[in-house]
């Protein structure tokens, strides 16, 4: 898949919207390439549905859809890329940083977040937040600048991370900007928050509707199917909607809208239903 989807030009079209959204425009100055080129391929990542449009009065804004199953995969594609960039810029600092700490506080490290200005050019100090739980804080930072004397670190757990980040203290949004190393998964999750409650929600609610079709085989008799299908395609219709980013306000309002975006509804007919179930399933889990 990625190799298909990772052009020269979709990938700095991808680079671009993992960090922001981002207008046309923009995204033809910030790439350097043309408009029509950012127009075709933005085209070809939307029928993919790794980007969607949001449309602001005149303005179209594109993101990045972190809904998408395979957007993980895409996501980490192009941090491996950035922390290699990053790991020779710094003479493989982060991670040598990184090893040692995983030697010498095993469970209790838990990864680390480089930030600030060593990410972009010219720096005097090496920003680090490192993730590890009972340690002796002034002890732990006289042997880290034993290794590099720009070290200049900050020690937390992943709770404090965690709470500064919901919070919005402008230090943790800082450093979740930065680049992890042997915390990926829990830094995206925390820059990523709401769509991954989301995800959780869409796939959590499809899989109860599939439940409700599929007891229909078992149990056939007509009252129990006509209720148990029916409440289980009306969990599929909102699963589906919330993941293409619509949000009904009633059963008949979610009907309708199902209908218009995919253009059929759901068949009364116990196996045409879970048929119907499973393709829809093949492209939002």
Do not use: W
Request: proline content about 2%; glycine content about 4%.
């Amino acid at each position: 898949m990625l190799s298909e989807i990772i052009t020269k030009i979709n990938r700095r079209i991808l680079k671009i919207l993992l960090e922001e959204k981002a207008s046309l425009s923009d995204i033809a100055r910030k790439s350097k390439t043309t408009k029509a080129n950012v127009f075709r391929s933005l085209k070809n990542l939307e029928k993919e549905d790794l980007v969607r449009k949001e449309i602001r009065g005149r303005t179209h804004l594109y993101r990045f859809n972190y809904m998408r199953p395979q957007a993980l995969e895409v996501h980490k594609f192009f941090l491996e890329e950035k922390k290699r960039e990053y790991n020779k810029k710094i003479n493989a600092l982060p991670a040598l940083l990184d090893s040692l700490l995983k030697n010498m506080f095993k469970k209790r490290y838990q990864g680390s977040i480089f930030f600030g200005s060593s990410l972009e050019g010219k720096y005097k100090d090496i920003d680090i937040f490192v993730i590890v739980e009972n340690v002796n804080g002034t002890i732990f930072k006289n042997k880290i600048k034993k290794i590099n004397e720009k070290i200049s670190p900050i020690i937390g757990t992943k709770k404090e991370l965690e709470r500064g980040v919901q919070e919005e203290d402008m230090l943790y949004k800082n450093i979740i900007k930065g680049i992890p190393f042997g915390c990926e998964d829990s830094v995206l999750e925390l820059k990523q928050r709401q769509v991954f409650l989301r995800r959780k929600d869409v796939t959590e609610r499809f899989i109860v509707g599939y439940r409700e079709i599929i007891s229909c085989l078992e149990f056939t008799e007509k009252e129990y199917v006509t209720k148990h299908l029916e409440k289980g395609t009306t969990d599929i219709t909102y699963a589906t909607l919330n993941y293409f980013d619509f949000f009904p306000d009633n059963d008949n309002q979610a009907k309708k809208m199902f209908r218009k975006q995919f253009g059929f509804i759901f068949s009364s007919k116990v196996k045409e239903a879970k048929n119907q179930a499973e393709k829809i399933g093949m492209k939002i889990l």
